[in-house]
Nanobody, 127 residues
Framework: QVEVRESGGGVVQAGESLRLSCTVS????????MAWFRQVPGKEREGVSC????????YYTESVKGRFAISRDNAINTMYLQMSSLKPEDTAMYYC????????????????????WGQGTQVTVSS
């Protein structure tokens, strides 16, 4: 049974930092594309960032470029999202998602390709 678990969310002030973690268990393949999505109540879920299975390629949505950094440690099946200079508009439930892929790139535009999802971790940024 595949389990995707996020952690690291919390309440911070604008300008502060948080690091989210996502651990995948029950999925033995190392060739997993992984991504972070976020959702605010009443709005559609949006892609934030993704990282290829090797970690060599990463993609960010425009609003977080230069502030967020995605990384992964395949030895422990864990992905991270280092979030800096947080803004109130970053407030959302953050979800980790993954699917088995040997691609050397990744995309957050095709959400339906991600077939394993976590329950989410809440990030709240106060002004």
């Amino acid at each position: 049974q595949v389990e995707v678990r996020e952690s690291g969310g919390g309440v911070v002030q604008a300008g502060e930092s948080l690091r989210l973690s996502c651990t995948v268990s029950g999925l033995s393949s190392v060739t997993k594309t992984m991504a972070w999505f976020r959702q605010v109540p009443g709005k559609e879920r949006e892609g934030v960032s993704c990282i290829s299975w090797s970690g060599a390629y990463a993609y960010y949505t425009e609003s977080v470029k230069g502030r967020f950094a995605i990384s992964r440690d395949n030895a422990i099946n864990t992905m991270y999202l280092q979030m800096s200079s947080l803004k109130p508009e970053d407030t959302a439930m953050y979800y980790c998602a993954t699917f088995i892929s040997g691609d050397y790139t990744c995309s957050i535009d095709r959400e339906n390709q991600y077939n394993f999802w976590g329950q989410g971790t809440q990030v709240t940024v106060s002004s």
